[in-house]
């Protein structure tokens, strides 16, 4: 019975808190608040301070390093599934005052499932997007993209790789000029 309860969850990773003194909500907080509004460990031990706890900012590092990964791992086998289709692009934008491309994925209903920044735009860079936006979103049935040659190619080496690793599954490749500024659909 208690099987069939958990069937298509992934096992969340148990996060032992053993020998900490601070009650696991605190470090909790810490730890989101450093990763989500990436403020300096002084100011976050300052932040601590105004609500009532009394931490050293090396602590707060030490917390950080030690449950930041185990955190992002539960939070990533509870995400919940992607549409089947998705679209893909990337635009040409200044970070830190130097020109940078961002490639993003959407799904259907304009949820960012993954992006990337990359100093050039090539099949290198978009083999490495598509496969690290497929690893984490598991292999949607098709992808638009625009007419970018770097596009295709990285497609296609993943669906190589797809075809003889994964489960043989491949991803259908719809490429039109300005189909992935609309819904995949």
């Known amino acids: 019975m208690l099987a069939s309860k958990f069937e ?10 053993k020998g900490h003194q601070y009650p696991k909500s605190v470090i909790f907080y810490a730890a989101f608040f450093y990763a ?3 403020v300096s460990y002084r100011d976050l031990e300052e932040i601590m ?9 090396a602590t707060l590092n030490r917390w950080v390093v030690k449950f930041s990964p ?20 990337e635009t040409y934008i200044k970070v830190r ?3 940078t491309y961002l490639y993003r994925a959407v799904d ?3 949820q960012t499932l993954d992006f990337m920044l990359s100093e050039r735009r090539d ?43 994964g489960t043989g599954r ?3 490749i719809v490429q039109s000029k300005y189909f992935n500024h609309c819904t995949a659909e």
């Open 170 to 172: 491949t991803i259908n």
């Open 49 to 57: 301070a105004e609500r009532g706890v009394e931490v050293d900012h």
């Open 36 to 38: 989500r509004y990436g």
């Open 70 to 89: 185990t955190i992002a791992e539960n939070a990533q086998a509870r995400k919940k599934p992607t549409a089947i289709s998705w679209r893909m692009d």
């Open 97 to 99: 005052g130097n020109w």
């Open 8 to 17: 298509g969850k992934p096992p969340t990773v148990v996060i032992d808190f």
């Open 123 to 165: 099949t290198a860079a978009a083999r490495r997007f598509f496969k690290r936006a497929v690893g984490t979103n598991d292999v949607p049935e098709r992808i638009a993209i625009d007419k970018s040659g770097a596009n295709l190619a990285g497609f296609q080496s993943l669906n190589t790789i797809l075809k003889f690793t």
């Open 108 to 110: 259907r209903d304009g």
